[in-house]
């Protein structure tokens, strides 16, 4: 039998040896997470223009689940304080918001949609656009959940309350264009604001209500015809246009009634009532998109999600029809965070012709912590587009 001893020295080494290899392993771990770290943050890229002589457009997708919960609303106002902060750097020429910019627009009570009222949520929202004022052109359209209608569909809304012709002077130099609501009053919620010489070319902005009626329609032919206006290139925004399928909505436009009665934390609601003379998508198209010789984009929000197509209108020109809407991402529509911050950026290139769209979080970007997140890439949120 071998007699086997224990050496005091060996013991010593063997602990040391292994303080060695925790040691080691440690700093393996260090090094490999500060080198993933500085992977990501190296994969970062701030939002800058690719070309120094180009412009952009902001598009901000429905609001209604940031302002109608106390808890989101500092991700709008951090996204609008982006937009703020990047007006010179992007050369922002214009920010578009495609509707909804409330979720209820006669609610008083709180219930499980939403710990805000009517009032707060149009102050939210006409706050987060203010801080625009003065730097820099926005449209903001309306969308479903800004109007309330009564037993004949008929619409009413807070929106001219809260965003008026005269509050944004850089608007107001570019209002050309408006005609009334329905309730028979001027306002912006239709309106068209003129952008001279950019690259040179001229633009019409023009904004039409959600499920436009019949005489808006004829209102915005009537306007995109006109002998000025005949060599712009006009951009269309509107709330519901086009569906995550790439499709025109179809399908009659309608809207609810809120009943007067919350029952186990729920606002009673009616069945949807018909919107008489409003258009869907579809007929948007055919009545004033397709038949228009200057309608060369149209950008609209309404169902969440991605969306993109092009049509040649009557004069044989494309025509680049957009949706953007995140209201559904960062967690859904009534538990999320109300969009997780997305925002599209339009760069409108110097040949007049290239625009590139790119899909932005500033809530992602703020953090080298989450900053791998900031950049939708997949070909559904980053593309190129082109005018003929």
């Known amino acids: 039998m071998e007699l086997i001893t224990f050496d005091p020295k ?70 609008m304080t982006w937009i703020e902060d990047n007006i010179d750097s992007l050369n922002i020429k214009m920010v578009v918001g495609v509707g909804d910019l409330v979720e209820n627009n006669e609610k008083i009570t709180t219930d499980y949609d939403g710990d805000q009222s009517t009032q707060q949520q149009w102050a939210t929202a006409s706050a987060a656009f203010s801080k625009l004022d003065g730097k820099t052109a926005y449209i903001a359209a309306t969308g479903n959940h800004d109007y309330s209608i009564d037993r004949q569909g008929r619409r009413t809304s807070h929106y001219a309350d809260f965003f008026d012709a005269d509050r944004n002077h850089i608007n107001k130099k570019m209002l050309v264009q408006n005609t009334r ?9 239709n309106a068209a604001y003129e952008m001279k010489n950019m690259q040179g070319k001229d633009y019409l902005f023009m904004t039409v209500e959600y499920g436009p009626r019949d005489s808006v329609l004829t209102w915005a032919k009537k306007v995109a015809a006109m002998e000025q ?31 007067p009665y919350n029952v186990n934390n729920m606002i009673q ?19 004033l998109v397709q038949p228009a010789s200057n309608i060369e984009m149209v950008l609209c929000g309404h169902i969440s999600g ?11 020109r494309s025509v680049h029809q957009i949706l953007f809407d995140a209201q559904s991402m960062g967690g859904g529509h009534r538990d999320g965070n109300g969009g997780d911050g997305w925002l599209r950026i339009f760069e409108f290139f110097p040949d007049g012709q290239t625009v590139k769209v790119k899909t932005f979080s500033p809530l992602f970007g703020i953090s080298p912590t989450t900053r791998t997140h900031a950049w939708k890439t997949d070909q559904r949120n980053e593309y190129e587009i082109k005018f003929d």
């Not at 206006?229 to 809207?255: A, C, M, P």
């Not at 609601?269 to 009545?287: D, R």
């Not at 991605?306 to 044989?316: A, P, S, T, W």
């Open 229 to 259: 206006y005949k060599s712009h290139r006009v951009v269309l925004i509107t709330h519901n246009y086009l569906n995550t399928k790439d499709e025109h909505t179809s399908g009659k436009i309608n809207w609810l009634f809120w009943e």
């Open 269 to 287: 609601k009616s069945a949807k009532i018909e919107m008489p003379k409003a258009n869907n998508g579809l007929q948007i198209w055919e009545k």
């Open 181 to 189: 609501n329905e309730a028979g009053q001027p306002t912006v919620e």
């Open 306 to 316: 991605e969306g993109y197509r092009k049509d040649k209108n009557v004069k044989g």
């Open 10 to 79: 060996n013991i010593t080494n063997s602990k040391n040896k292994t303080k060695s290899m925790r040691r080691l392993c440690f700093l393996m771990v260090l090094c490999f997470a500060f080198s993933c770290a500085c992977f990501a943050q190296a994969n970062y890229k701030k939002p800058a223009l690719e070309n120094s002589g180009s412009w952009s457009m902001i598009m901000v997708p429905d609001i209604q689940n940031y302002v109608k919960w106390s808890r989101n609303k500092p991700i709008l106002d951090l996204m």
